[in-house]
């Protein structure tokens, strides 16, 4: 029932019941009529349990709907097909109301399957309890990984390990912490995390564990893996050549055993003899320069600007700069960025990415190199980009492998050092590559 069609019905139900009224006052006093008075009143009764009938047919309407919202149930349906009447409008509104609590409540049901499968398939441990300790809710991972299918109160993780428990509970919003203990006596070695948030004016704590072992493993032997691979190509590239070559001058003194060498021969002993030397120097360098790499450098801090450090490592590649026509740009957010750095390992590692760059952007049309100085709160990022060929991916994911090297004759050893020398800093090193872009390597230190 729409408010036009209502308000009439309310107005012609008040005019026939004062109408009414008004005819059986005058037929009561003014006239001697007993019939009229008597069926007038009857009438009058009768529209008057009509609109009460009404009235609370529509009262119980609405609280039938109101009570189907209550419950979340959302089934009623209120008929339509009654033609003109009064309530169509009034059922049609409702229906349609109830139709759009319906997709609603759907689409609620379904992001509730989408999170639960999420919650029993992620591989991260989920565990949800209130400031009192109670568990709300631990996924099928948490379970696994506690190796305790039951868990009522955070407060149980001192049956798992008192020092867990400690960890736990001593976590504040946001921080993440990385703990040995052993579950299972078996030793694991977990990072938690503990995120906050408030559901229903209460404060609810997500607990997040992950094991690092499996992960920690995994990358080790991937890396592995990766060093065998190029320490195998290495050797392999000086062993095949010697072992080529001594073959070779055994089987000519083996022919020439009994009879003088010719002048042939002679030459071809020495050039191999003269060969087997210089690959073997080559491999006892590529073993000492592993050594050397293997060693830990000693690091000695100190505070010094960024800015004017880098301006005298620019100094000192301004002669490759003007002979290649290189136009850089040096850019930074404050006039002195201060870090706390061994300066000389740092300088080592700026000048071989600079370097690197000079080296990527020596055959185009336009080199430029940009070095962009930012300096936050609680970390200071140092970006060196150029214009040169983008690595692809697949030599992207090797390049800070210990003697990989995308350039011809290169040792592969500059990059794995800076990596090397970052982590000793608690930084790290990063590099993005795109086609037709270039590549930018940024060093990360935080303060």
Sequence with gaps: MNFKSFRIFILIAVCTIVILAFGIAYATIYTQWIFTPLALTIILIATSLYIIKHTEKTNLKLTQFLLSIKQGGFNSTFLENNGNHPDVNLNSALNDIIKEFQKLNIEKERQYQYLKTLNENISVG???YEEDGSVKMINPAAKALLQKPLLRNISELTTIDSKLHKTVTNLKAEEKKVIKTFIGQESQQLSVQLKEFIVDQKKVRLLLIQNLVFELDQKEVEAWQKLISVLTHEIMNSVTPIASLTSSVNQLLQQNNKQELS????ADIYYSLDTIEKRSKGLIKFINVYKDFSKTPELTFSKFDLISTTHHLLQLITPDLEKKQVQYNLQNTARAVKIWADQQM???VMINLLKNALEAIKEVEKPCLKIIIEAAANKTKVSISNNGPWIP???????????YSTKKGGSGIGLSLARQIMKLHNGNIQVYSAEGVGSTFTLTFIN
């Design 126 to 128: 989920l565990v949800s």
């Design 263 to 266: 002048k042939d021969d002679r």
């Design 346 to 348: 740092i300088e080592q």
């Design 393 to 403: 991916p697949s030599k992207l994911e090797k390049i800070f492998i210990p003697f």
